[in-house]
Structure formats: structure tokens, C-alpha cells
């Protein structure tokens, strides 16, 4: 059963360019959220997707922006970068009905940028 | 943003010995959640807590959500090297929101 699998794993961006990230949620799990989590501390709530709409969101700019495919896979897109973005990006996905939303992270993808 | 006060933010110990950490808010949450986070990889839920007073345990993991819901802690008895990495507390208000994280505490293991 293949869990959450985010790619890229790395990549490096230079200042003022865009990005774009992706997700594809553990088998069952129809809601993705994305967290920022810079280097030391823990991870950020940057916004939740669930059919395919943005449920939640965190306090991030709207440079930040996502979307959901109807297969549950999401992106974030990340514009104008700036050089406090550079971090790890974890996706996390989990089943909307039921009681505990148990969320399921990925491995995440290292951005840096230059 | 928010993030929940993690102490302590790092610990060396003896292998064998136990280790206790705690998380405190400033605001109540419903479910306190546990993560152990390795080197280049995402958080792995280690203990859930659904309500005030609970006490859990996981193996030699155990976890309790505060009287108050504004805090919880977690105890990991005879520490074994595999215990080594970071591990979080998470806050969540109701299911399905988002989780508040702590800034985490470093388990350095010596065996």
C-alpha cells in the first residue's frame, strides 16, 4: 500500500521564480494539506484541499496556492519566491469521514532558494 | 504562525534510561498528537489523544493529554538507539483541522 509520495525531493530555485510541487495522497485519502517546515522547528499549516477547494488555510501570503485533482493529488505553488522560503514542504493526507482524521505526511520536498 | 511550547528542545541520554517531555498552549486543543520525525523523512504518528485526562501508551512509548487540554506529555521508557530523532506534539481543535505544531525536542541516544 503505497503511502503519500511527494516529488520533487530537491530542487533549487532562484530568487523571484515560481514553483510548483506535487502530491499524490495515500491510497483511500481524499484530503491533502501542506505544511512549511523550516529548518529546526516544526511544521506550518499552509492550506488543506478536499474536492477539489481550499478547506483551510494558514497564515501564509498568497504567493502560496494549491489545487486538487479529482484523482486527491494536489499541488502547491509557491510565486516570487523569496529566500525565506527556502525549507522542507511536507504533504499529509488523511480521509475526511471519521472520527480521528489520522494524516499520513510524505517524505517532503527540500526547496532552496538562492 | 502558532506553535505550541516544546520542552525540552534537545536531550542526550544513556541508553536504558527513560525520557520525559512536555507541550504546553496558550489555547486549549481536543486532540494532542505525538510525531517522531528521522532524518529526511516526514512525521510518523506515534500516539493520538482524544480526551482530557487520557493516558496512553504505545510500547514503551506513553503519552497523557492534559486535565486543562492545554498541554501533554510524552514518556519513552528504556531508551534503545533506534529512539534517536526529533519528536513533535501537535495540537488539533476538532478532526480534520489543522495541526499546531511544537518546535520539537532532539533525542540523542548514547549507547
Known amino acids: 500500500d503505497a503511502g503519500v509520495t511527494q516529488s520533487p525531493t530537491h530542487l533549487i530555485k532562484t530568487r523571484g521564480q515560481q514553483v510548483t510541487l506535487r502530491c499524490s495522497p495515500k491510497s483511500g485519502h481524499d484530503t491533502v494539506s501542506w505544511y512549511q517546515q523550516a529548518l529546526g522547528q516544526g511544521p506550518q499549516f499552509i492550506f488543506q484541499?478536499?474536492?477539489?477547494?481550499?478547506?483551510q488555510r494558514g497564515n501564509f501570503p498568497d504567493r502560496f496556492s494549491g489545487h486538487q485533482f479529482p484523482n486527491y493529488s494536489s499541488e502547491l505553488n509557491v510565486n516570487a519566491l523569496l529566500l525565506g522560503d527556502s525549507a522542507l514542504y511536507l504533504c499529509?493526507?488523511?480521509?475526511?469521514?471519521?472520527?480521528?482524521?489520522?494524516?499520513?505526511f510524505g517524505s517532503g520536498t527540500r526547496l532552496t532558494v538562492v | 504562525g502558532q506553535q505550541l511550547n516544546q520542552s525540552p528542545q534537545s536531550m542526550f541520554i544513556q541508553e536504558g534510561e527513560d525520557v520525559s517531555m512536555n507541550c504546553t498552549s496558550s489555547?486549549?486543543?481536543?486532540?494532542w498528537l505525538w510525531y517522531k520525525q528521522d532524518p529526511g523523512e516526514g512525521p510518523v504518528l506515534l500516539i493520538a489523544l482524544y480526551k482530557a485526562g487520557e493516558l496512553t501508551s504505545n510500547g514503551r512509548l506513553t503519552a497523557q493529554f492534559g486535565i486543562t487540554r492545554k498541554d501533554s506529555f510524552l514518556n519513552i521508557s528504556a531508551s534503545i538507539p533506534s529512539d534517536v530523532g526529533i519528536y513533535f506534539c501537535?495540537?488539533?481543535?476538532?478532526?480534520?483541522?489543522?495541526?499546531?505544531f511544537g518546535g520539537g525536542t532532539r533525542l540523542m541516544v548514547k549507547p
Open positions: 489555547s486549549i486543543f481536543n486532540t
Open positions: 501537535a495540537g488539533q481543535l476538532y478532526a480534520g483541522n489543522m495541526l499546531t
Open positions: 499529509a493526507s488523511s480521509l475526511k469521514q471519521g472520527i480521528f482524521y489520522g494524516y499520513t
Open positions: 484541499y478536499y474536492e477539489e477547494e481550499e478547506r
